[in-house]
């Protein structure tokens, strides 16, 4: 199985400022056919089911704010929040699906400080 | 708009069993592949199980084979987690998510439902 080790575990970021989210994978997740890293990122609030924010590593949602960005590739990736707002405050979520099974990192919570 | 509605969790006792449910609208069921995930309160996501559009194909989490088996019914638009031999560890809220597979390119599951939770107890 692939594991997805996400850094840190939490973090508090003042509003307005940049917050950096650390996903590494076990393995590569780049599917070489294609050029796209199987990697996506959720965000999940209190009492929600996760949101997905961003897939391919660094395609943004609809709908998703582009405050929001992924990079990386093959076992290295990031989520930015560029200028975190109060809304942004969830625990956020790294996902591979390159393999059987799916793995998500065990979530990196991001506060306000 | 796209709703899942998950139901049948509850309280049960270690070696039992339930049928948990997901009822889909707002899109073409059979078009996409669905997920359970579940989620001990206050921890991580873990992944369950799948099954392709047309329920040929299916895949488990290794912690869960044996014990649970995911179905659909493209009729009645529903989802479906027989789970089995409950174990203290299965306790979780179990989410029902959909993803597209798509000229043979998988993506990432984008809707989900509000989950069910499944409570293993004594």
């Known amino acids: 199985d692939i594991v997805m080790t996400q850094s840190p575990d939490s973090l508090a970021v003042s509003l307005g400022e940049r917050a950096t989210i650390n996903c590494k994978s076990s393995q590569s997740v780049l599917y070489r056919s294609n050029n796209k890293n199987y990697l996506a990122w959720y965000q999940q609030k209190p009492g929600q089911p996760p949101k997905l924010l961003i897939h391919w590593a660094s395609a943004r949602e609809s709908g998703v704010p582009d405050r929001f960005s992924g990079s990386g590739s093959g076992t290295d990736f990031t989520l930015t929040i560029s200028s975190l707002q109060a809304e942004d405050v969830a625990v956020y979520y790294c996902l591979q699906y390159y393999n059987n099974p799916w793995t998500f990192g065990q979530g990196t919570k991001v506060e306000i400080k | 708009e796209v709703q899942l509605v998950e139901s049948g969790g509850g309280l049960v006792q270690p070696g039992g069993s339930l049928r948990l449910s997901c009822a889909a609208s707002g899109f073409t069921f059979s078009s996409y592949w669905m997920h359970w995930v579940r989620q001990v309160p206050g921890k991580g996501l873990v992944w369950v199980s799948s099954?392709?559009?047309?329920?040929?194909?299916?895949r488990y989490v290794d912690s869960v084979k044996g014990r649970f088996t995911i179905s659909r019914d493209t009729a009645k638009n529903t989802l479906y987690l027989q789970v089995d031999s409950l174990r203290v560890e299965d306790t979780a809220l179990y989410y029902c998510?959909?993803?597209?597979?798509?000229?043979?390119?998988?993506?990432?599951?984008?809707?989900w439902g509000q989950g069910t939770l499944v409570t293993v107890s004594s």
């Open positions: 099954i392709s559009g047309d329920g040929s194909r299916t």
């Open positions: 998510a959909r993803s597209l597979y798509d000229s043979g390119t998988y993506y990432p599951c984008d809707s």
